[in-house]
Each structure stands twice: as C-alpha cells, then as structure tokens.
C-alpha cells in the first residue's frame, strides 16, 4: 500500500513573465493526483498569483487564474500566504482570487518542518 506524504509547495515567482508558474502548478496537480497531500505556500513575488484582475493576455500570456479553480478538485485546500509578502507588494487579501490562511514570516520555519517534502517552486 502507498504511503501517503505531505507537500508543501513553495510558490515564489510571478504569474507571468516565464513559464515557471504554470509548470509548477502542473507539478502540483500531478502530485495531488496520486493521492498525496498538498499544501500550497506563496510567497515573494509569488503572491501575484493570486492577485485579482489580472490580464495577462495584454503581454501575450495564458491566464493561469482558473488553474487554481481546479486545486479544490484535487483535493488541495490549505493555500497558505506570507503576510509580510503581500504588505510589501501593497495586496490586500480582499484582493485575492480564492480563501487563503496567512502566516507570518517568523512562522515559516514551523510550518515547513511539518511536512515530508517541501519543493522550492
């Protein structure tokens, strides 16, 4: 029988500018498909993805917002954001596309150390 690990995906980057954001959610959903859990952390410039109103489509890149309509499909609930991030970028969490949890930089540590795997996206 497969055991069951917990992941916890760091995303970092911008939504656009780069692929990275849209592999790494392609990574993420593969990785829930085999029935492992997953827990997402955004952080740094990576909170952009879950800025509202977004339009990507002005610079010639795939809007990934609906991407994240699909985490609930996959069983991906804990969606959690650096607090300090989205001050520093001038986001309110009113603005976000979907419920996230906020944890404060100080707590990081902790919540990685909880997880089997932790991957740098």
């Known amino acids: 029988m497969p055991v069951r690990k917990s992941f916890l995906f760091i995303l970092r980057r911008p939504p ?22 997953v827990r997402l952390l955004f952080i740094d410039d990576g909170v952009f993805q879950l ?11 795939k809007h990934i917002a609906p991407i994240f309509g699909a985490l609930e499909l996959y069983d991906i609930e804990e969606l959690w ?4 991030s989205l001050r520093e970028r001038g986001i309110k969490v ?19 150390e909880v997880q089997d795997v ?3 996206c």
Do not use: K
């Not at 603005?95 to 990081?108: E, K, N, S, T, Y």
């Open 16 to 37: 656009h500018g780069g692929i990275h954001a849209q592999e790494a959610l392609d990574i993420i959903l593969t990785t829930a498909a085999f029935d492992q859990t």
């Open 51 to 61: 800025q509202r109103d977004q339009r990507p489509e002005t610079i010639d890149f």
């Open 81 to 84: 954001v650096e607090e300090e």
């Open 94 to 112: 009113e603005r976000l596309i979907m419920p996230v949890r906020l944890v404060a930089r100080c707590d990081l540590a902790a919540l990685m």
């Open 118 to 120: 932790v991957v740098s």
